[in-house]
T-cell receptor, first 113, second 117 residues
Framework: AQSVTQPDIHITVSEGASLELRCNYS??????LFWYVQSPGQGLQLLLK??????LVQGIKGFEAEFKRSQSSFNLRKPSVHWSDAAEYFC???????????FGAGTILRVKS | DTEVTQTPKHLVMGMTNKKSLKCEQH?????MYWYKQKAKKPPELMFV???????INESVPSRFSPECPNSSLLNLHLHALQPEDSALYLC????????????????FGPGTRLTVL
């Protein structure tokens, strides 16, 4: 069965510093991968997605992610974090049947000034 | 219009009440979803509707009853809930083509915060 692991529950970075959030997936076939962001009490906003092709994917708000099949990873990066990036970030894999999304446990990002 | 709207934003109900959550989208999407998100947890899929027909029920208790009256609307009827059902209920929609599932982006609404007393 598909699963997603986000090993970091909390991450704190200084404003202006670079960021990398880790995501590992378990899936037998070609994975369809997503990163969503959620501010407290809000819905989820899609940052970026990977279906096929170029393994470096650009998203909104200056985020990018790199798909590495050999490592079963899809890590999210941002070169310079802004205070407004503080939120919870979810990595997800989509199952082919029924468009079902399976989410990782999430990583809470704190930004210190 | 690229929005999924959900009403109400907040709902407090007793265990004997009957209430409904509403979700609406006007993006022409033919797949709609209900997710439940407990505090400090990721969203978990409850139901999927494809072409207004229930295609996935993730073994959700019968006190939750979904309904898709048309391609733009999705309801979740609630009856005899328990305090542990308190959560953020998220609705999402996505495109479908030719009756096949594709890896399509799901657009999420802001959610309804439900508290069961």
């Amino acid at each position: 069965a598909q699963s997603v692991t986000q090993p970091d529950i909390h991450i704190t970075v200084s404003e202006g510093a670079s960021l990398e959030l880790r995501c590992n997936y378990s899936y037998g076939a070609t994975p369809y991968l997503f990163w969503y962001v959620q501010s407290p009490g809000q819905g989820l906003q899609l940052l970026l997605k990977y279906f096929s092709g170029d393994t470096l994917v650009q998203g909104i708000k200056g985020f990018e992610a790199e798909f590495k099949r050999s490592q079963s990873s899809f890590n999210l990066r941002k070169p310079s974090v802004h205070w407004s990036d503080a939120a919870e970030y979810f990595c997800a894999v989509m199952m082919e049947y029924g468009n079902k999304l399976v989410f990782g446990a999430g990583t809470i990002l704190r930004v210190k000034s | 219009d690229t929005e999924v709207t959900q009403t109400p934003k907040h709902l407090v109900m007793g265990m004997t009440n009957k209430k409904s959550l509403k979700c609406e989208q006007h993006m022409g999407h033919r797949a709609m979803y209900w997710y439940k998100q407990k505090a400090k947890k990721p969203p978990e899929l409850m139901f999927v509707y494809s072409y207004e027909k229930l295609s996935i029920n993730e073994s959700v208790p019968s006190r939750f009853s979904p309904e898709c009256p048309n391609s733009s609307l999705l309801n979740l009827h609630l009856h005899a809930l328990q305090p542990e059902d308190s959560a953020l209920y998220l609705c999402a929609s996505s495109p479908l083509w030719s009756g096949e599932t594709f890896p399509n982006e799901q657009f999420f609404g802001p959610g309804t915060r439900l508290t069961v007393l």
